[in-house]
T-cell receptor, first 115, second 108 residues
Framework: EAGVAQSPRYKIIEKRQSVAFWCNPISGHATLYWYQQILGQGPKLLIQFQNNGVVDDSQLPKDRFSAERLKGVDSTLKIQPAKLEDSAVYLC?????????????FGQGTRLTVV | GQSLEQPSEVTAVEGAIVQINCTYQTSGFYGLSWYQQHDGGAPTFLSYNALDGLEETGRFSSFLSRSDSYGYLLLQELQMKDSASYFCAVYNNNDMRFGAGTRLTVKP
């Protein structure tokens, strides 16, 4: 089966610009996660969707980050405006169910550099 | 709040056994998972424990003690390719959160 697809793989933008990332989860996976991983650190959960509803977005900086999951399938994560500290790898993951009832599969991530 | 603690670095030699510990604090605990991540790669699933005890998958085993809020990943017969970062991840009522990771270096 096809894995989790993310695009773009790399993105360089200037601070205060906007950027969007796209994720296509594995077909049939109800749960979708967006993580931010700064170099040398563990993935930090930004938002979790169950189908097209938000389960947890407590760590999403809502003044600049937004995410949506259209029709419970694809998802986009947007940053507007970007700051230098947003430089990180943005990982999308999906699983059949939440609460660890199924393993999560990760995409290759989008490496964002804000200059 | 939630917290996960794991050692930042571990070094071992080929063929050895290494144990990576993880202690956690969370509400609504469901289970503990372990993920491996090579430099520049995506995290990949290794194991999941929802109940107390040991789960074995080939050279890797994972243990959970819910009463102690503690788990560990045991890697046996270490190989050079096992050099990577290892993350414990806690599942609770709402989400899946990761620890800061343990960087394992396997030396010849």
């Amino acid at each position: 089966e096809a894995g989790v697809a993310q695009s773009p793989r790399y993105k360089i933008i200037e601070k205060r610009q906007s950027v969007a990332f796209w994720c296509n989860p594995i077909s049939g996976h109800a749960t979708l996660y967006w993580y931010q991983q700064i170099l040398g650190q563990g993935p930090k959960l930004l938002i979790q969707f169950q189908n097209n509803g938000v389960v947890d977005d407590s760590q999403l900086p809502k003044d600049r980050f937004s995410a949506e999951r259209l029709k419970g399938v694809d998802s986009t994560l947007k940053i507007q405006p970007a700051k230098l500290e947003d430089s990180a790898v943005y990982l999308c993951a999906s699983s059949l169910l939440g609460q660890g009832l199924a393993e999560a599969f990760f995409g290759q991530g989008t490496r964002l550099t804000v200059v | 709040g939630q917290s996960l603690e794991q050692p930042s670095e571990v070094t071992a030699v080929e063929g050895a056994i290494v144990q990576i510990n993880c202690t956690y604090q969370t509400s609504g605990f469901y289970g503990l998972s372990w993920y491996q991540q090579h430099d520049g790669g995506a995290p990949t699933f290794l194991s999941y424990n929802a109940l107390d005890g040991l789960e074995e998958t080939g050279r890797f085993s994972s243990f959970l003690s819910r009463s102690d809020s503690y788990g560990y990943l045991l890697l046996q017969e270490l190989q050079m390719k096992d050099s990577a970062s290892y993350f414990c991840a806690v599942y609770n009522n709402n989400d899946m959160r990761f620890g800061a990771g343990t960087r394992l270096t396997v030396k010849p």
